[in-house]
């Protein structure tokens, strides 16, 4: 016990290639195998519990609609409420628990991803999210090993902070966490992300009730049971897929909530916010809110930008994942000057782009989530065809016969105010801008204003000047920022993640400021010398000075008339 212990800064996972001939490949075809020839009955997981509501939805496969993978069951007012005590029940012994036993958890739970279950897990997110082996790899294996490996080092960081002490006061921080409950609600299209939605404000002490996205149960629900594999107390982190609404009714009323760990579109999370204000006087404390919301990440281009770096981060920013990525670029600016060969190399990438399904392994595009995902990226594309202020100059069709593809797109608006320009599709579809070669303040004026988000930007340029200049302008138009790179990939220790404006909170998933949110510190002044009297030294020999003194200062001055 009497010992101050450190986890060393972690490195990140290393990201396996799955090219011929690697292991890795061939367990990961054999997992694919498996899962697709087997179906599975989810539970959710209250206080340690399998729970079987028989209230049940489908996972399926996004590329291949009419398979199912998996029944989960959902949960009513009754579970949520019983999530909800498991979690206040379990909070006691889980937050006197050592920080370096939970630590010991989290890290375990890493090491089982980065070990045997790295193809299991990135197979459910292949088949349940349409995610490539590569987009698999980054995300449910790489990103979700980090998250909790440099989250716990972190976490160690954060109690070392401590305040200054003297000879007679010795001054504490102690990093309680948060009184009640923390309410996790996940988002489809990062396995990763419901992990660490889950688990930084259970590393920090808290328990937590959790709703992964009703597309993403598949993988999520793997991940929790890796959690319970690696010694995930019962009740700690409470399982609970259900319907948005419900959660919304049950939980976010509960007098208990003392945190909402959210990452999702921009207006579940503005009504989640109302919700809470709502009720901001029922509940013991004030409720935590940290929301990783949408965005309309841009790309902007000078005319000194290298043609083939610009589209290549056109193409992986806008395209990979299917443009599923809250940091997609989904918008971009590109000078009159470089326009027509730009416009050439992309027409030429889009031509070559295999779209299909992911257990391909030259497939470079899956399928949408879901249904309303491909109707709504199909209306947007629909209108731009009809449209006389905007052009598909690439892509531009869709299925949706056996899974959800929309073809990868590219759009040419001929106003910089165009929907597609303005709203988030959050689909495989870049809106660009030309704007004319001298017109470079006035179009990064428009840059920062076009949108309500700020989440993520990048910059191509090989003008220091223009850099500088570009940099500054844009200051409050993205929380992560690139300067000739695609706007997407963010690395866990390396860029911490996150947006304003309407894009969130900018709490910085993967970082220490994350992690601060989900404690509520108690400052501690032992006295070391504690005094004996009232009276101060100041106060004594005061009358026989008095008795000596006429009221004339040694300067000479009557102080009685001035
Ligand atoms: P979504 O908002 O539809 O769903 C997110 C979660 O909220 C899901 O679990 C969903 O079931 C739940 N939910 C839905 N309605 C609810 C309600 N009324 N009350 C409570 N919960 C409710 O988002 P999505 O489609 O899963 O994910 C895509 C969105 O997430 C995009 O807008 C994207 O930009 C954003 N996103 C942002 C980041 C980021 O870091 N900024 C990361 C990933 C995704």
Redesign the pocket.
């Known amino acids: 016990m009497n010992t101050k212990y450190k986890i060393n800064p972690p490195a990140n996972e290393t990201i396996k290639s799955y090219v011929i001939g690697t292991p890795e490949r061939v367990e990961l075809k054999i997992a694919l195998d498996k899962l697709y020839h087997s179906q599975k009955d989810i539970p959710l997981i209250i206080d340690g519990k399998e729970i079987f509501t028989n209230i049940t939805e489908e996972c399926i496969i996004p590329h291949e609609k009419g398979h199912v993978l998996a029944r989960y069951h959902k949960a009513t007012e009754k579970e949520l409420k019983m999530a909800i005590d498991a979690s206040l029940k379990a909070k006691e012994r889980w937050e006197a628990t050592s920080w370096y036993q939970r630590a010991a958890i989290f890290n375990k739970a890493a090491n089982l991803i980065s070990g045997k279950y790295r193809a299991l897990l990135n197979a459910a997110t292949m088949l349940g999210q349409s995610k490539t082996a590569y987009q698999a790899e980054i995300d449910s294996s790489c990103e979700l090993i980090d998250f909790l490996r440099f989250n716990t080092h972190f976490m160690g960081e954060i109690y070392n902070v401590q305040p200054d002490s003297t000879v007679d006061a010795w001054n504490r921080l102690e990093y309680r966490p948060l009184e009640g409950f923390v309410l996790a609600?996940?988002?489809?299209?990062?396995t990763a992300?419901g992990g660490n939605l889950c688990t930084a404000p259970a590393m920090m002490g808290n328990t937590v009730v959790w709703?992964?996205?009703?597309?993403?149960v598949y993988s999520n629900y793997i991940f929790m049971k890796i959690l319970m594999e690696a010694g995930i107390p019962d009740g700690v982190i409470n399982f609970v897929p259900s319907?948005?609404?419900l959660?919304?009714e049950v939980c976010?009323e509960s007098k208990d909530l003392a945190g909402i760990h959210?990452?999702?579109?921009?207006?579940?999370?503005q009504?989640?916010w109302k919700?809470v204000s709502d009720n901001i006087s029922t509940y013991k404390t004030y409720p935590r809110l940290v929301g990783?919301?949408?965005?309309k990440d841009f790309i902007f281009a000078d005319n000194t930008a290298n043609i083939d770096e610009l589209s290549t981060g056109i193409i992986r920013g806008a395209f990979e994942y299917q443009g599923?990525?809250?940091?997609a670029a989904s918008r971009a600016y590109i000078p009159n000057s470089i326009w027509p060969s730009l416009r050439e190399k992309l027409i030429d990438a889009v031509s070559k782009i295999k779209m299909g399904n992911v257990s391909e392994f030259d497939t470079f595009v899956g399928a949408v989530?879901d249904e309303s995902?491909y109707t709504k990226n199909m209306k947007y594309i629909n209108r731009a065809h009809s449209s006389s202020d905007a052009e598909v100059i690439a892509g531009g069709s869709g299925t949706d016969k056996v899974g959800y593809f929309v073809q990868p797109t590219i759009i040419q608006a001929l106003k910089p105010d165009y929907e597609t320009m303005t709203e988030?599709l959050?689909g495989p579809v870049i809106t660009i801008y030309v704007y004319e070669d001298e017109a470079l303040d006035e179009t990064l004026d428009l840059c920062d204003t076009t949108s309500v988000y700020g989440?993520t930007g990048a910059i191509f340029s090989n003008n220091r000047y223009n850099i500088e200049h570009m940099l500054y302008k844009l200051r409050n138009s993205a929380g992560n920022f690139y300067i000739n790179d695609k706007p997407t990939g963010a690395v866990v220790g390396q860029q911490p993640?996150?947006?304003a404006r309407a894009?969130?909170t900018n709490d910085k998933?993967g970082s220490h400021l994350n992690l601060l949110r989900w404690v509520s510190p108690r400052t501690i002044k032992e006295n070391l010398y504690p005094p004996t009297s009232f009276e101060y030294p100041y106060m004594s020999n005061h009358q026989a000075e008095k008795a000596k003194s006429s009221g004339k200062s040694d300067l000479g001055l009557d102080f009685m008339s001035l």
């Open positions: 609600i996940s988002p489809f299209n990062f992300i709703k992964p996205a009703s597309t993403a319907s948005g609404s959660i919304s976010v959210f990452t999702g579109s921009t207006n579940v999370f009504n989640l919700k990783e919301t949408g965005g599923q990525k809250c940091s989530i995902s988030e959050f989440l993640f996150g947006g894009s969130g998933a």
